[in-house]
Structures are given as structure tokens and as C-alpha cells.
């Protein structure tokens, strides 16, 4: 069998479609014109490349854009009083700084005073807390981008056993907190767990985030699971080029698993269009609308 | 073989010996006597026998104790006024809300309304998410009390594999939390979860809270295993008595377990002296002193 691979890219243009979408109807029914503002400080080359393709989004969702770049030096106080600006000015629904931040700024600080309603990354406390206690909140796009593509194989997860590898703020943690929500019976494994190869052959859905290169191999997979990979991991390739690769041993996994994300191309393709999901539900929230359907 | 029975009342007296320790040091040494405010809204007979026993426990702990009691009908404005007042308070380090409250309040607002650093219950958003984020945080006392009356049985928890059943914000879900930080691998199941049996059979470590009288059987239990039953459930017994259950049955759990804990005289022994813990926590993390040895 050769598994059915989960086109990352097609869900994410899809989904980017439905907010458009619903962006083109709560303004023509609510005159309510959805904006994120996504903060940069500094100039890391990295961190320019993502804002530029969420503004680009943004702005191809129909949703006003908002970006304010900072010098790597910005006194925290003064990254405070614009996160201060942002949380009042009724056209931002969504506030994005963009990590890493500079070792001046303390990154735990910047994130508590964005008002939570905004906070469309889900990494304030009090969205992690709603999570973690099962309210509606804000949660982590990339973990969001998770549970999308696994509806695209299983139009429920009740009852389905998940694992989850890798136990990060991130994406681990809220992972399985979502996968809850979905009724799954999910078992969270980290670098401290013992006989690992055992446990994910156990799962009917695989999600690997921990970072290490082709960690998990063929034989881990019990056959016909869906294997979710949420690696990026660059590896030095032929003449000096380098290659993308993720935590799971894709060509071993592919001969196994039942469906199975790409790297490139699978769950990298999902966080800012799980992005702009957020940004949508945010202005919806903050103006008493009823949830949108994306 | 017959399972070592955790004696949870003889366990929660020691800790509360290391608290009222912690308290003759803390006040010896930078006189500072933590202090724990109960408030009880109304006159539930049961609340009221929780609250006098931890007003007693707080006393012999050395501790501060405060009690307010309103009426059942005390506007939801009124009560905020007192709890903004507790927060203010620099005697006050803790601070209980006795649940459930009388359906006029809205809890969630009560709940949202008690400083962080002073919501010795853990039930605030800002602590779950700590928590959930892997950060120190205040926790809720019985998920707290759980580890510790495992932590008798196994110096370490590291890679062992523990399944929690039942996923409320009370106690499933914080002790999911609570064991990742001690490196076991969890698993939480729940009334959507399939075989259930066979998924407990694979646990070192079993906790049951899902309120089902006798639930998990003698044969779901893998042989050598801790058991920690959080369920007290109160059924009917001979000549019009109750007695109380938990969600294990005990008798047969007794006999295929390493060490298991009895209802009454586990779990629920714990959850008071777990309060006292919190509030010697925050009194200490509130004026900048280290972590108590408790």
C-alpha cells in the first residue's frame, strides 16, 4: 500500500478561500472590515520572509493589513506602548509579533499585554488556560493547521487513538488539547519516554514535533495511520544545497501509513491560513457575531 | 500478591507537618505569617463542613485564616467588591472561592476576578495556562495531591506510562499537566475513548476521575501498577446507610495492583493539605522568597 499524501498546499488555498469568503460577507452584512497587525522587531532575514507573506495573505483574504517595523534596539516600553495602541485602535482585530524577539525584550512580557481577544498567535496564558480548561479560545495556528489536515482523511477523530511526540508550547501542548476537544483518546510522548516505537504503532493518528530529522521511522507506524509532520529540518544536500526535511522518515512512513503529510508542503502551508481563520473569529468575537464558518 | 494500600490520610498529616515547619521558618526567619481567605457564598451544608475543616487546618498549620460568609442572594457586584478587597490585602496570600456558588453568579467572572498570584484553587485562567505552558504556576490541589501520593510509591515518574480517565478542568486535565512535568508519558481517555480496558492494561500508573461508581475492574489493571482512585461516589447500603465507592473497584483492583489508594482515605485526604501547600507557595512567591521544601 502507498499512502494517500495530504496536499498541504491545495487545504491551505482552500481554506484561504472560505475566509475570503466569509471576509466578503460580515462586511457586506456587518460593514466589518477584519485587520491584523503583525509587529517585527529587528531585521532577521527569517522572521522579514513570514511577515511578508502574511501581509501579502492578509491582504489577498480581503482583510486590512497592518505592519510596524521596529529597530532591533526598541526600548521594551516603547514595544509596550504600541502593543498598548494596537489592543485600543478598533481597526486591528488581530496582533501578531513576530518571534524571535531581540534578548533585550523579554518575550513573556510582550505576549501578556496583548489583550487576549486579539491574541491570534494563542500564545497568551489566558488563551492557553481556555484551552487547557476546554473554553473557546484562540489556539496556536500551526497546531489549528494539525487538526485541518487530519479532518481531510476523517471526518471525525472521536474515539481515534492520537500521539502525540514532543511536548512544546508551540505546538505539542496545544495539540493535544484540540485533539480532546475532537473526542480523541490522545497519549502526549517526549524524549523521556520509553519503548517510543511501541507506543506510536499504537496510534490511528501519528503528530511528530520534536524537531529531529527522520525520527520516526516506517516500522513505527501501524499500517493504514495518518501521519501528521510537523518537522522542518534543513539538511546539507548535494553541491553545497540544502534540503528540507521533516521529523518522520517519509519514503519508510509512505509505504505504511494510510495518509501522510509531505514536508514541504504539508502542515508549513497551514499556519497562516490558519492565521487569517484566527484574525477572522477575532473581529467576529470582538463585535458579538456569531463564529464564522471556515 | 495483594497491593500496598496508600495510606492517604497518614500521608496528607505528614505534609501538613512540613507546611506548619515551612510556616515556623517563614515567620522566624522573614516574618511573614501566610494567610488563606475563604469565602463562602450562602449555606450549603456541605460547603460549610469543607469550609470549617480548612479554616481548622489552616489554624494548626500556623497559617492565617479569614472567613467571609454572604448570603445566597449577594449581588454578583458585591462579592467582586470583596474579592478586589482580598486582593488588595497584604495579609491575605490566598484566596477561596467555595464552589460551586448559587446559579445568580456567574462563576467564571468570580473566578477571573481573583489575582493570579493569590488563586491558591488554581482554577484561574492565567494558572491553567501557566500550567498548560509548562511554567510554575499555582495548580488545582487535588491533580496536586495525586502526584504526591504517587511520588510515595515511585521516587521518580520519568518514563513511566500513565493514563489519566476523565478530562475535567478540576482534575483531568491539570493532572495531565502536572505528570508531563514529571517526564511520564499520558495518556487521557475519556467516555469517547474505545477499549478502555486495554488501554488502562498498558499503564504503570492508573488515575480514575470520571464520578462512575467501581468503573475500572480488577482485569483493566496491569499487574504491579499504582492505582489512584480520584472518584468518591456515595451509594446506597444496608438499613438505609451509604457508603462511599470509588471510580475502581477496590476488592478486585486489591489484588493485581502494586499499590492503590482506598476510598475514603486516598485522594481525598490530600486535597486540603494540598491548599495549605499552595498558600505557603504564594505567601513565599508573593514576597520574592525561594520556593518552600514542602
Not at 59 to 81: I, K, R
Request: charged share 20%; net charge positive; hydrophobic share 45%.
Amino acid at each position: 500500500m502507498t499512502a494517500r499524501i495530504i496536499d498541504g498546499k491545495l487545504i491551505a488555498s482552500e481554506l484561504r478561500a472560505r475566509v475570503a469568503a466569509e471576509v466578503v460577507r460580515v462586511k457586506r452584512e456587518n460593514g466589518l472590515t477584519p485587520g491584523l497587525a503583525v509587529v517585527l522587531v529587528g531585521s532577521d532575514p527569517a522572521s522579514q520572509v513570514y511577515v511578508r507573506s502574511k501581509h501579502k495573505q492578509t491582504q489577498e483574504a480581503g482583510m486590512a493589513s497592518f505592519e510596524h517595523v521596529l529597530p532591533a534596539d526598541v526600548a521594551q516600553d516603547d514595544l509596550l506602548a504600541l502593543i498598548a495602541k494596537l489592543n485600543r485602535d478598533p481597526a486591528v482585530h488581530g496582533i501578531l509579533v513576530q518571534l524571535p524577539l531581540p534578548k533585550s525584550l523579554h518575550t513573556e512580557t510582550i505576549i501578556n499585554a496583548i489583550d487576549p481577544a486579539k491574541d491570534v498567535d494563542g500564545l497568551h496564558p489566558s488563551n492557553a488556560g481556555r484551552l487547557a480548561g476546554g473554553f473557546a479560545a484562540l489556539s496556536p495556528c500551526t497546531p489549528l493547521g494539525c487538526i485541518i489536515l487530519t479532518k481531510s482523511v476523517h471526518a471525525s477523530l472521536a474515539g481515534l487513538n492520537a500521539i502525540v511526540i514532543g511536548r512544546s508550547n508551540l505546538v505539542g501542548r496545544p495539540l493535544v488539547q484540540l485533539l480532546l476537544n475532537e473526542n480523541a483518546t490522545v497519549t502526549i510522548a517526549h524524549s523521556r519516554s520509553r519503548d517510543l516505537p511501541k507506543l506510536c504503532a499504537r496510534a490511528d493518528l501519528v503528530y511528530a514535533a520534536v524537531g529531529k530529522p527522520e525520527m520516526v521511522r516506517g516500522d513505527w507506524i501501524k499500517p493504514g495511520a495518518t501521519v501528521i509532520d510537523v518537522g522542518i529540518n534543513r539538511l546539507p544536500a548535494l553541491e553545497g544545497k540544502t534540503r528540507l526535511v521533516g521529523d518522520v522518515a517519509f519514503a519508510e512512513a509512505l509505504a505504511v501509513a494510510g495518509a501522510i503529510t509531505p514536508v514541504p508542503g504539508g502542515v508549513g502551508q497551514m499556519t497562516v491560513a490558519c492565521l487569517l481563520v484566527n484574525t477572522l473569529r477575532a473581529a467576529c468575537a470582538i463585535h458579538g457575531l456569531p463564529a464564522p464558518a471556515v
